[in-house]
């Protein structure tokens, strides 16, 4: 039954009012990770959709999880093969709140702009096509034939391909990605940015450049059977909590674990496991053996001091460096003549703890490499990445069981979307297979990634927006430039379940296009459709939603694609649209038939758990690189300084939020509840700045540009972090961080590297 939440605007401030500081966790998950799962699932869902949703989550014959890209268990899946924060994703995309017409009757666009991410996306799901004309201030309802009609006339008339950019979002299954790519460039443009240029970029670049694969190269077994385990800038415990059953099962076997991260997580720390009756009662597993709290991007000092180390102890696996890799002794030489105070400086570690690590190093055969945000989201997160690679090869742990690289991609199938094409830089490869499929000759030019694509409709050199999935405004740095840029373009479309930011920063003419869930039957053309995703270990799998939509008007995103595609395109090149959106294994036929490694596709994900893409580096030891072999990459120490009275602050999620989706208001692990706008302070830092806990601040961003960029009314915390680090969640701090301010070579925002200074309010 379909309920009206309380839509009534809050006041101002009314929950950052309630905000209270509690102790942080010191174990992620147990018995509160189950309560909290359940309570907000019956709460927003009730009993029964609750029961049928969870209890097909991530099974082999249900739907695929739309938050992390954590991989499944092939060989044994619980009954509830799920994680605190799985639950919660499910609870918010199958709420029975709905929203349409009545409500954009009674909430104009200036009204819903006051609002906070939380209070928007809570209202309910989209149910029906709207559209706000002319610059007006309100959407209203319009057909699905208009709306493709409106979105055509606009593509139809621009005086090039290149003034449309379409952004993909990684919650857009395999299917989708595949049509979308398609028909972005049977229309002419290589304009496809999409969320991995704003998260793990830095990784696909880097492993591409050192490995010949911009893709990890380890199993879920690899991880089981892993000697030592480092995990490296990454929150396993909110931002990937199954992560935390494979660390378990690796202790258990007998792993060692390094963290290596400048917050003291919970999910480094100990993890209850709420499947077993040990983890419910709260005796759980110790998981860090070590714990490096690192200052932010110490990480690339840090790594070349421990080849440096391991070159010192002997340990060199020298028979895979001579038949698998280029370049070690310009690196060996590199390393050879470290600079000891640099790495001291930069990391604010003791030179023993950094010898004791590499001792655990030494004595280890099987190593498994993790990261995540927290290193990709630096200037020079490629080289510290590259850095990694060279200490794996160093000790030959690719390719071997138990050992490689585990880049862990945060959204469930950003992953797939690269796979199936979505990139601005598509291989020729690619472009010449699916010229053959379809008979056209796709565009060469390299298109825009996602900052260049705000330059561009800024600028004016684009005009039309298209957003498959997610909250562009919300997820990109520079939240007021993104937000101006989208409002000058001629039209903005976005294909969504939920209401955010993105749909109030509006082109003069936008359209909000309500579509499926992951969770929902899927009966395009009168066939009970599936669709497939890739999760971080390369697997493929099928997801089929149990759940009756939200709307009788709701459509899935391949048939809305295909009707803006031919629309737009018609019978251009004969790309049969109508077919695709009627049977989608008509486009995984095409998928099998154009992307390297699915060839017969459609027969490979009928069977139980999907497939592995082959991954030459892990299956192999073959590196297709230019050189042929892996690639040893020598880079520069670099030590980042702060002016005095200056902080280095780090943007981070909470426990209740993924990606821009804010779940609800509090952070259970890091003692923070009913409120967001809060930053993390060393007790140093704030006595020596004259400041005190619970004190409220500007945080003010200074940069070359000369250009201060605020974020207004945060309370200080005082936090376990090292002097000089502190944190606070986005997206309330992407205002801070510039458009240019990116990574070297990967374009990612620098959003674990911003120069602030704390202003005490009035």
Known sequence: ????????????????????????ATHAAGLKAVQVSLTRAVKQMGVVKSARNLLTLNQVDGFDCMSCAWPDPQDHRHTAEFCENGAKAVSWEGQRETVGAEFFATHPISVLERQTEYWLERQGRLTEPMVRRGGSDRYEPISWEDAFALVASHLQRLDGPDEALFYTSGRASNEAAFVYQLFARAFGTNNLPDCSNMCHESTSVGLARTIGIGKGSVSLQDLHEADLIVISGQNPGTNHPRMLSALEIAKQNGARIIAI???????????????????????????????????????????????????????????????????????????????????LAATGLARAEIEAVADMFASSQR??????????????????????????????????PGAGLCPVRGHSNVQGDRTMGIWEKSPDSFLDALGAEFGFEPPREHGHDAAAAVRALRDGRAKVFVGLGGNFASAMSDTHVTEAALRSAALTVQISTKLNRSHLAAGRDALILPTLGRTEKDLTGGLVQRVTVEDSMSAVH?????????????????????????????DRHEIPWTDFAADYSRIRESIGRVVPGCEAYDEKISRRGGFTLPHPPRDTRTFPTAAGKAVFTVSPLEVLTVPEGRLVLQTLRSHDQFNTTIYGLDDRYRGIHSGRRVVFVSAADLAELGLADGDRVDLVSEWEDGVERRADDFRLVSYDTPKGCIAAYYPET?????????????????????????????
């Open 1 to 24: 039954m379909t309920t009206t939440p309380d839509r009534t605007p809050p006041p101002v401030d009314t929950e950052e009012a309630r905000l209270a500081v509690g102790r942080p």
């Open 261 to 343: 991260n400048p917050l003291r997580e919970a999910g480094l720390l100990a993890f209850d496991n709420p499947q077993k009756p040990k983890g419910l009662a709260g005796l759980g597993t110790s998981l860090a053996d070590r714990y490096l709290q690192i200052r932010s991007n110490g990480d690339l000092a840090l790594w070349q001091a421990i080849g440096h180390l391991l070159l010192a102890r002997g340990v060199a696996d020298t028979s895979f460096i001579e038949r698998h890799t280029v370049g070690f002794e310009d690196w060996a030489a590199h390393v050879k003549d470290l600079d000891w105070d640099a790495v």
């Open 367 to 400: 190593i498994v490499h993790c990261w995540a945000m927290g290193i990709t989201q630096h200037r020079n997160a490629v080289a510290t990445i590259s850095e990694f690679v060279n200490v794996a090869l160093l000790q030959g742990m690719i390719g071997k």
């Open 542 to 570: 099928a997801s089929r939603g149990r759940s009756e939509p939200a709307g009788p008007l709701l459509r899935s995103e391949v048939d809305i694609l295909c009707g803006i595609a031919h629309a737009t395109l018609g």
């Open 734 to 762: 992407n205002p801070l961080i510039p458009l240019d301010s990116q990574a070297l070579e990967s374009g990612t925002p620098t959003s674990k590297w911003v120069v602030v200074r704390l202003v005490p309010r009035g």
